[in-house]
């Protein structure tokens, strides 16, 4: 089990509270309306599990579910481990990996997992609510994330760490995500250093998250990314057009030759007819073998060729994603105000100079996190483990090496640059 507790002060009973059920129903909107494709039941599950993990941290399964108190006739413990792991597999909880994972005790406290603060969920969904139920629902957004607060910190971790002040955890992008923008909004925190393997916290729908940071404080954001896998190499491209040109010109070679064939065929049927007739049973069956052995030559070859030509338009879509995230970043930079308040902070986006593939890290002032990405790379989530550090000398020695790799690092203007 975790060592993981909650501050005795900040320990709260299991109870049904007069606005349980609006708060239920407002997890459930904000899941539902991040398009996760979840079932009506799946929603139920993970909703209830949220509010647990949130409002009844540690939450022990079995006595919870023995008092029959639960919403949406959740009552086994099989149904709570169901919203469980849907929230884990789409990145609003992380799992605290611990010595005895295969503990496999009914009554262990569920402490095992670190749920994403509640109100940068609902941020992203709020825009597309209509307004009666926006700020509706808003309350309830704010309500869960003072508890969160109360429970796990402002930084979203509980302070007992051990003594090393560090704790693994596996979680999915998602969360990384959440995590970072928790974390922006920390007073303690006034740097931020990423090392990033591509720009997808800078999408379009959480550009405002770094905007109201920005404006808020002065607080200062160094990128620094590995941009490998968004290059298109211009010689693979050309090899790729031979490759096929190449093909298709063998493809039509092999099509005339057939149709050189039939033709022959046909003249021959002409002048020696009875002899055809005798040996026409022979015909047909090498003329299907031989067809038989053309047509699945040609088959693999033109499943080589979608294979190929499918690799290349995953290449360009990664690299045009890639392309709107830099100008949203490169905007960033660029602005001096957000509603009406002048930046007060400001950021700044690089990439080695050297053939080096950076971590997947982020440093703040009171906190920093790692990560390693899981093979296989095609490996459903949650598909990162990594580290969580609040001890202040781990936290300053990760300092120290990203400004060494700063130092020798290039500002990114587009993918042309590098």
């Known amino acids: 089990m975790s060592n993981l507790k909650p501050d005795s002060d900040h320990a709260i009973k299991f109870d049904i509270k007069k606005d349980q059920a ?205 941009p490998t896998n968004y290059i298109i190499n211009t010689e693979e491209l050309d090899e790729l057009k031979n490759s096929t040109a190449k093909s298709t010109k063998d493809f039509g070679d092999k099509l005339n030759s057939v149709n050189e064939f039939e033709e022959g065929k046909l003249k021959r049927e002409k002048e020696f007819e009875e002899l055809i007739k005798i040996t026409k049973e022979f015909e047909d069956g090498l003329k299907r073998e031989k067809e038989s052995e053309f047509k699945i030559k040609i088959t693999e070859e033109l499943e080589n060729m979608i294979k190929i030509t499918k690799r290349f338009e995953d290449r360009l879509e990664s690299a045009k994603k890639f392309e709107d995230r830099l100008e949203s970043a490169k905007n960033l930079t660029n602005e001096k105000e957000f509603r009406g308040k002048k930046f007060l902070g400001k950021i700044e986006i690089r990439y080695p100079k050297a053939n080096y593939s950076t971590s997947r890290r982020v440093i703040f002032d009171k906190m920093a996190i790692d990560a390693k990405k899981l093979l296989p790379f095609t490996r459903a989530e949650p598909s990162y483990v990594g580290m969580i550090y609040l001890n202040d000398e781990n936290i300053n020695f990760l300092r120290h090496n990203f400004n060494a790799l700063w130092e020798g690092s290039t500002t990114i203007t587009s993918l042309s640059s590098l």
Not at 112 to 120: R, T, V
């Open 22 to 226: 609006e708060i239920l129903r407002t997890i459930k909107t904000i899941f539902n309306r991040h398009n996760l494709g979840l079932t009506d039941v799946q929603s139920n599950e993970a909703s209830v599990y949220y509010y647990l993990l949130i409002n009844n941290f540690p939450i022990n399964i079995q006595e919870i579910t023995k008092k029959s108190l639960l919403p949406f006739n959740i009552r086994s413990v099989k149904t709570l481990k169901k919203g469980r792991d849907i929230l884990l597999k789409t990145g609003f909880i992380a799992q605290i990996l611990t010595q005895d994972m295969n503990d496999n005790n009914m009554n262990r406290f569920d402490n095992d997992y670190l749920p994403a603060n509640p109100i940068i969920i609902w941020n992203e969904i709020e825009n597309l609510l209509d307004a009666k139920t926006r700020n509706f629902r808003k309350d309830h957004a704010k309500v869960l994330e003072d508890q969160f607060i109360n429970t796990f910190k402002n930084h979203g971790f509980l302070g007992n760490f051990g003594d090393n002040g560090c704790i693994t955890i596996l979680y999915s992008s998602r969360w990384f995500t959440y995590t970072i923008l928790n974390n922006l909004n920390i007073p303690e925190n006034k740097n931020m250093d990423m090392m990033l393997s591509g720009l997808r916290s800078f999408d379009t729908e959480r550009i405002d998250s770094y905007r109201k940071m920005l404006s808020n404080k002065k607080f200062a954001i160094r990128a620094l990314f590995d």
